[in-house]
């Protein structure tokens, strides 16, 4: 444990390097540049705001005020934004910076660190707009905003795990990018986000036990909606999932690590 972390910080230069250059060249060519970056998800949460709130009139269950069903979009949409870019850009990891790889040294744990930094940049931009939003319009949470922190660990943890193993798997079969994009669409509507869980039948609210992220997004809509803390022992089913996939993760390729520079 100690000699990868070690590697890792002996290459924290190529890591910062490496992050300031993405986000310099998805900015670069424009006017506006960096304030793209501020510009879309303000746009995003205005447009949320005013189609929910104002024009269509929509209300959440057990929630007063007209922003509530604003707030629960953008707190399921925002965080779920997360747990796709890192997924997305893990499984894509290994084939992307197989020249790299390749023409230096690099550690391979630091591909993980790549990818979770560049996801983060993206978020806390994302969300730090949303926490302004609310804030202004007097919705921001108390002392329960303190239960994010091991709601997004937990969701980083189950990410990289899970984008880790698709990322091995992808450098011998090349359909998992593509298995991937489809899946992660399906999984987006069965997990509640868009619909409170509470409007669904009794057997539907069942099978949502088997999906790990309806737990999560629930402790983050219970944190950022309704100002309580979250249920604990629903993010068993995503702890679980998250211990697993790392240990795969990390078995794949203690297995497969030798034939992996060879496909790349």
Known sequence: MQEPLAELWRYR??????????????????????????????????IY??????????????????????????????TWGLFADLVLRLQRAFLE??????????????????????ALVNFLIVFALFLAFLLLT?????????ALVPLLLLQLLFSIGLGMTLGILHVFF??????????LQFWFW?????YPAGILPDFARDLL?????????????SVLVHGEWPDWAALWPVFLAAVVFCFLALRLYRKQGAEIQDQL
């Open 190 to 194: 069965l997990t509640p986000i868009i």
């Open 13 to 46: 230069g190529f890591v910062q390097g490496h992050v300031k250059r993405e986000f310099k060249a998805r900015y670069q060519e424009s006017l506006l540049g960096a304030l793209w970056a501020v510009l879309n998800p303000l746009a995003m949460i205005t």
């Open 97 to 118: 910076h197989g020249a790299l790889l390749k023409k230096v040294k690099v550690p391979v744990a630091c591909l993980p660190v790549l990818a979770l930094v560049n």
């Open 138 to 146: 007097g919705n921001l949470p108390g002392v329960e905003l303190v």
């Open 49 to 78: 705001t005013l189609v929910f709130s104002q024009v269509m009139r929509a209300k959440l269950p057990g929630v007063d005020g007209s922003f509530g069903y604003s707030v629960y979009l953008c707190a399921g949409i925002i």
């Open 209 to 221: 036990h088997f999906n790990p992220l309806s737990g999560l997004m629930a402790g983050y809509q």
């Open 174 to 183: 090349r359909d998992v990018g593509e298995l991937l994009g489809v899946i």
